[in-house]
């Protein structure tokens, strides 16, 4: 079997059917944005690991690696806040090629300790080796939350409403806009080429950005929804399930009626859409509704609430409410502005599928 056929999420579940937690410690195991560990009576500790690949996870041809070290920190702290934590610690592993140089690192360093300032979050180790293949980033944050009230994948009940931060699909946006002007700056090099010029003969390349600077932050530079997180603290409100979106709205709700058992119905004219996302996704011809779907790396919250809890949580700044959940037998359903009902496809990013 090939593991695409399975995807990242299907290969893991596959990889650790067979595993039992040997620690009275292991509160919760694989399957979540963290891991639970329960050390004491009044604290539990939430642990996560990202692993980001040059090729894979990042092109540094329009990635500053100022930002790539912001962001590393933001994927790992997004995970820590999914379960209604606060991240204490980061450890940094990274492997590096010969292209890249002392200053290089001290950029993508300076992001990262900006993003760890700006969250409280202190860098405590980690580990450094040579590359064959690019630079490779592995970083573990570890947080912790009130003993018991780490806030999983698995609580949420069907007619609790379903609620997300932000807006979606920003950050896909911004990524085709920067493919679109890497691939324009590639056509006039080679052309260039072609005519017996070098490269650096050329004149500097001025990709056309203007009045999409959003979008372009959203995918270079995303923030982890800590002010969410204490929003809904202040509130009063305790989501039954929640995690970020990482990899799209569609497969995030999946895992959670996955593992909550339930369904859900989700309403596309309540979808949070910013203006440049629906200009951009215009201008490149791409339907808006699936980019919101299926875009990913939003690093917005995905949670559900009781339904006695609706006046509270629309009321809140930066929360929409888009749907809500449905007894398993009902399916994962997407109800189009025209009123007919769409099955939601888990079609977001996996990549394990190339």
């Not at 090939?2 to 919760?28: C, D, P, V, Y």
């Not at 690949?53 to 994927?75: I, R």
């Not at 950029?107 to 293949?133: E, K, N, P, W």
């Not at 090099?189 to 010029?197: C, F």
């Amino acid at each position: 079997m090939q593991i695409k056929e399975l995807g990242e999420f299907g290969l893991i579940s596959r990889l650790t059917a067979g595993l039992t937690a040997a620690n009275t410690e292991t509160h919760l195991g694989v399957g979540d944005d963290c891991a639970v560990l329960h050390y004491g009576e009044e604290r539990d500790i939430l642990v996560t690991t990202d692993l980001l690949l040059e090729g894979v996870h990042f092109d540094l041809q329009y990635t500053p690696l100022q930002h790539l070290g912001y962001k590393s920190a933001m994927v790992n702290l997004s995970d820590i806040y999914a379960m209604g934590g606060r991240p204490r610690q980061l450890t940094v592993s990274i492997g590096i090629s010969s292209r890249f140089s002392v200053e290089d690192m001290e950029l993508f360093y300076s992001g990262l300790s900006r993003a760890c300032q700006a969250h409280g979050c202190d860098i405590v180790g980690g580990d450094t080796t040579s590359s064959r293949t690019g630079l490779t980033i592995s970083i573990t944050a570890i947080g912790d939350v009130a003993a018991g009230q780490a806030i999983t994948r698995r609580g949420a009940r069907p007619n609790d409403i379903i609620c997300v931060s932000g807006d979606l699909g920003a950050a896909y946006m911004g990524l085709q806009l920067l493919e679109r002007e890497k691939a324009v700056y590639n056509q006039q090099l080679q052309e260039a080429i072609d005519r017996g010029q070098k490269p650096d003969e050329l004149p500097p390349f001025e990709p056309d950005f203007a009045g999409r600077e959003y979008i372009l932050e959203r995918q270079l530079k995303p923030e982890a929804r800590a002010d969410i997180v204490k929003a809904l603290a202040d509130a009063g409100l305790r989501p039954t399930a929640m995690m970020d979106i990482s990899d799209g709205l569609s497969s995030e709700l999946h895992h959670i009626c996955s593992q909550s058992n339930t369904g859900c119905r989700i309403y596309e004219d309540r979808l949070p859409l910013d203006y440049q996302t629906a200009a951009m996704a215009e201008e490149l011809n791409l339907n808006v509704t699936t980019c919101a779907l299926n875009g990913g790396e939003d690093y917005e919250l995905l949670f559900t609430l009781p339904l006695t809890d609706h006046d509270r949580a629309a009321a809140l700044p930066g929360i929409k409410v888009i749907g809500h959940m449905t007894p398993p037998g009902q399916g994962l359903l997407l109800i189009g502005r025209d009123g007919a009902e769409l099955d939601l496809k888990a079609q977001g990013w996996n990549p394990l599928a190339t």
